[in-house]
């Protein structure tokens, strides 16, 4: 049962380090090759990794780049690799500049976005943790049945049900404000979190509670004080995966919000094809893309590889 | 749990239960009982939750795609009258929604055969390199992936476009014209596809990158090693030996793949804002939102069509996670 944990940290170590049996076999292969074709596909391998690891990441480099460039130095006919005029002006553009007449600027876009998803990342952990605790510490009928029920809710296409859901949040007067979009994310995540976390408390031993217990600890005593902090880093990273989904979704922020409620992905669709004050400014588009980007990049670097383990986790076998 | 063993075991007539044992399976009963009020306790607001926001939708909407529920009766306040299968038959024989399905297949395609093509591509080369090349590959690739598609469209739009985009400028200057001068990518369909293609495929990779290679990493070496002394080539090292453990991992990122492919709305919408001309690039998602709030009950049809199908599709990757995951 502790295939999701073992996943988890193997794929973080896939994701930045060493394994300690690749190296050697690779060594003993090369061994039996001549010398200088040893050399030739040593350096063809490192060219395709440099080759790989521009294609990933010049499109971010480039938005930086343009962020940072004055726009009428953007609108030209010969682009430039790196800010010629470094300028910060467009971030305070982006910052400043409501999208359209009426709509939000990115503050309080901001401000609607970070609250939206802090209360889906708060219910949907607290609800996904109950549920998984049950999924994985009891056994009783109806088990199995909510286990296939989650993993096939979590292939249910939302969107397919766009329609019928602006519906419903019609009906219930929650247009347009965040808690009727909460509650659409809320129920869009968490399928996949209950499913996460049901791993990472298998993975911690029953035994370990049992072992409380005798020492003298009641069942829910040993519960929080054992099997709890051995899960931080299992919320963690399913609490980062709400977080990068609320964060990043946008048809039904398109759908449902408007006007001053905007999110921040629905603000930089409007705030791309805007044309206040003349023509698109292009460099406070970049500036506001990077500002969007940036906490999603520095959440994805701290789980690094986590998230596919839940993904895959039946089809490796720990 | 209990030292005991509750059941009563052996072949013959079952002995009547010793006092003891009865104790035991009274107990075993009860602790049944408080696990089954336990458990579903702790599942009820997720059930709550889920039967709310997920069930009750697609009931509402498997009832309404057979009315013709309109924005009027809401506004009325009226029935919508039943219409049978009819918004399912207008759907398939008086709208373009055929060729918007066949857009959708077809893209789903390409895209699901580049992305894994290229992920397991990189997750062997990974295997194939040095530490330090290999961290930088990685951080790399969660760059990539990292990137919100709203803003990986923004820019890869900007580096498209038609006036001041990097691709035009570098293709004059590679030719030495100005063919490209003002070559528009988004208003050809094809082309149109093209660039959607390259985003989708760059954000794509990573993933099933670093699924592939953290499976490469159970492929016993000694295994490879033996079958290298014996003169197998590299590529028949990889199809009878490492794609035997890579199966039921490249199973579940296919279908993934294939779901989130026929899915994907984000890019789509984004590329057409930035010119391209909807009604010939419409993907199922977008089809759908761009029908507008309104014919409920024509809007419903394509939502149960497109649920259905993507059941129908996702249920290997159900059964291979039931069947891999003890549970």
Same mark, same amino acid.
């Given at each position: 049962?502790?295939?999701?944990?073992?996943?988890?940290?193997?794929?973080?170590?896939?994701?930045?380090?060493?394994?300690?049996?690749?190296?050697?076999?690779?060594?003993?292969?090369?061994?039996?090759?001549?010398?200088?074709?040893?050399?030739?596909?040593?350096?063809?391998?490192?060219?395709?990794?440099?080759?790989?690891?521009?294609?990933?990441?010049?499109?971010?480099?480039?938005?930086?780049?343009?962020?940072?460039?004055?726009?009428?130095?953007?609108?030209?006919?010969?682009?430039?690799?790196?800010?010629?005029?470094?300028?910060?002006?467009?971030?305070?553009?982006?910052?400043?500049?409501?999208?359209?007449?009426?709509?939000?600027?990115?503050?309080?876009?901001?401000?609607?976005?970070?609250?939206?998803?802090?209360?889906?990342?708060?219910?949907?952990?607290?609800?996904?943790?109950?549920?998984?605790?049950?999924?994985?510490?009891?056994?009783?009928?109806?088990?199995?049945?909510?286990?296939?029920?989650?993993?096939?809710?979590?292939?249910?296409?939302?969107?397919?049900?766009?329609?019928?859901?602006?519906?419903?949040?019609?009906?219930?007067?929650?247009?347009?404000?965040?808690?009727?979009?909460?509650?659409?994310?809320?129920?869009?995540?968490?399928?996949?979190?209950?499913?996460?976390?049901?791993?990472?408390?298998?993975?911690?031993?029953?035994?370990?509670?049992?072992?409380?217990?005798?020492?003298?600890?009641?069942?829910?005593?040993?519960?929080?004080?054992?099997?709890?902090?051995?899960?931080?880093?299992?919320?963690?990273?399913?609490?980062?995966?709400?977080?990068?989904?609320?964060?990043?979704?946008?048809?039904?922020?398109?759908?449902?919000?408007?006007?001053?409620?905007?999110?921040?992905?629905?603000?930089?669709?409007?705030?791309?094809?805007?044309?206040?004050?003349?023509?698109?400014?292009?460099?406070?588009?970049?500036?506001?893309?990077?500002?969007?980007?940036?906490?999603?990049?520095?959440?994805?670097?701290?789980?690094?590889?986590?998230?596919?383990?839940?993904?895959?986790?039946?089809?490796?076998?720990? | 749990?209990?030292?005991?063993?509750?059941?009563?075991?052996?072949?013959?007539?079952?002995?009547?239960?010793?006092?003891?044992?009865?104790?035991?399976?009274?107990?075993?009963?009860?602790?049944?009982?408080?696990?089954?009020?336990?458990?579903?306790?702790?599942?009820?607001?997720?059930?709550?939750?889920?039967?709310?926001?997920?069930?009750?939708?697609?009931?509402?909407?498997?009832?309404?795609?057979?009315?013709?529920?309109?924005?009027?009766?809401?506004?009325?306040?009226?029935?919508?009258?039943?219409?049978?299968?009819?918004?399912?038959?207008?759907?398939?024989?008086?709208?373009? *929604?055929?060729?918007?399905?066949?857009?959708?297949?077809? /893209?789903? =395609? #390409? $895209?699901?055969?580049? @992305? +894994?093509?290229?992920?397991?591509?990189?997750?062997?080369?990974?295997?194939?390199?040095?530490?330090?090349?290999?961290?930088?590959?990685?951080?790399?690739?969660?760059?990539?992936?990292?990137?919100?598609?709203?803003?990986?469209?923004?820019?890869?739009?900007?580096?498209?476009?038609?006036?001041?985009?990097?691709?035009?400028?570098?293709?004059?200057?590679?030719?030495?014209?100005?063919?490209?001068?003002?070559?528009?990518?988004?208003?050809?369909?094809?082309?149109?596809?093209?660039?959607?293609?390259?985003?989708?495929?760059?954000?794509?990779?990573?993933?099933?990158?670093?699924?592939?290679?953290?499976?490469?990493?159970?492929?016993?070496?000694?295994?490879?090693?033996?079958?290298?002394?014996?003169?197998?080539?590299?590529?028949?090292?990889?199809? *009878?030996?490492?794609?035997?453990?890579?199966?039921?991992? /490249?199973? =579940? #990122? $296919?279908?993934?793949? @294939? +779901?989130?492919?026929?899915?994907?709305?984000?890019?789509?919408?984004?590329?057409?804002?930035?010119?391209?001309?909807?009604?010939?690039?419409?993907?199922?998602?977008?089809?759908?939102?761009?029908?507008?709030?309104?014919?409920?009950?024509?809007?419903?049809?394509?939502?149960?069509?497109?649920?259905?199908?993507?059941?129908?599709?996702?249920?290997?990757?159900?059964?291979?996670?039931?069947?891999?995951?003890?549970?």
């Amino acid at each position: 049962m502790s295939t999701q944990v073992s996943v988890g940290t193997q794929l973080g170590t896939a994701g930045v380090e060493d394994t300690l049996d690749r190296p050697a076999r690779r060594r003993s292969m090369d061994a039996r090759r001549p010398p200088a074709r040893k050399k030739l596909t040593r350096f063809l391998l490192n060219a395709a990794a440099l080759i790989v690891f521009v294609c990933s990441v010049f499109p971010v480099y480039y938005m930086v780049n343009l962020a940072f460039t004055p726009n009428n130095k953007i609108v030209s006919r010969t682009p430039s690799l790196f800010p010629t005029d470094f300028t910060v002006s467009n971030f305070t553009t982006a910052w400043n500049r409501e999208a359209a007449p009426g709509q939000t600027d990115f503050p309080h876009a901001l401000g609607t976005t970070v609250t939206v998803t802090a209360g889906v990342l708060v219910v949907t952990l607290l609800v996904a943790f109950l549920a998984s605790v049950a999924l994985a510490r009891f056994r009783f009928k109806g088990r199995r049945t909510f286990i296939v029920s989650v993993l096939v809710v979590q292939m249910i296409p939302g969107e397919a049900m766009m329609f019928t859901i602006y519906g419903m949040i019609d009906d219930w007067h929650l247009m347009n404000t965040l808690l009727g979009l909460g509650i659409v994310y809320t129920a869009a995540v968490i399928p996949f979190t209950i499913w996460t976390l049901r791993g990472f408390v298998a993975g911690v031993p029953a035994d370990l509670e049992e072992a409380a217990m005798i020492d003298g600890c009641t069942k829910s005593q040993a519960f929080w004080k054992v099997t709890f902090p051995l899960l931080a880093p299992g919320l963690v990273s399913t609490g980062i995966f709400a977080f990068i989904q609320a964060w990043n979704e946008f048809t039904m922020a398109l759908l449902l919000m408007s006007g001053y409620n905007l999110t921040l992905m629905p603000w930089l669709n409007a705030f791309q094809s805007s044309s206040v004050g003349g023509a698109v400014n292009w460099g406070a588009v970049m500036a506001g893309s990077t500002m969007i980007a940036l906490p999603v990049i520095i959440f994805f670097l701290i789980v690094q590889g986590r998230m596919t383990g839940g993904l895959v986790s039946g089809a490796v076998k720990g | 749990m209990t030292s005991t063993t509750a059941a009563p075991t052996g072949a013959g007539p079952a002995p009547a239960p010793t006092a003891p044992e009865r104790d035991a399976l009274q107990r075993e009963r009860h602790r049944r009982r408080r696990d089954a009020r336990g458990g579903w306790g702790l599942l009820s607001p997720a059930t709550i939750i889920l039967a709310v926001m997920v069930g009750y939708p697609a009931v509402l909407m498997v009832i309404q795609s057979f009315t013709d529920f309109t924005v009027k009766n809401k506004v009325q306040g009226t029935l919508p009258d039943f219409i049978g299968l009819q918004n399912y038959i207008d759907l398939f024989t008086k709208s373009d *929604f055929p060729a918007v399905l066949t857009r959708s297949l077809a /893209l789903m =395609v #390409v $895209l699901t055969a580049l @992305i +894994i093509v290229f992920g397991v591509l990189v997750a062997v080369l990974m295997t194939r390199l040095g530490r330090g090349w290999r961290i930088t590959v990685s951080v790399g690739l969660l760059l990539a992936w990292a990137m919100p598609p709203l803003t990986a469209t923004v820019v890869w739009g900007w580096i498209f476009d038609t006036q001041y985009g990097l691709v035009n400028w570098l293709l004059n200057t590679l030719t030495g014209t100005t063919n490209w001068t003002n070559h528009s990518w988004l208003l050809e369909p094809l082309s149109f596809y093209f660039v959607l293609v390259i985003i989708v495929v760059w954000q794509g990779i990573p993933f099933v990158a670093f699924t592939t290679y953290a499976g490469l990493g159970q492929v016993p070496g000694e295994v490879l090693e033996a079958a290298s002394l014996d003169g197998a080539s590299g590529l028949r090292r990889f199809r *009878f030996i490492v794609f035997p453990y890579l199966r039921s991992i /490249l199973t =579940v #990122v $296919l279908v993934l793949q @294939i +779901i989130w492919n026929l899915r994907i709305f984000t890019q789509v919408y984004s590329l057409q804002t930035r010119g391209g001309i909807a009604a010939d690039t419409n993907v199922l998602g977008t089809y759908l939102f761009r029908q507008g709030v309104g014919e409920f009950g024509a809007t419903a049809a394509i939502g149960v069509f497109m649920v259905i199908l993507l059941l129908i599709l996702s249920w290997g990757y159900v059964r291979t996670t039931l069947k891999e995951e003890e549970l």
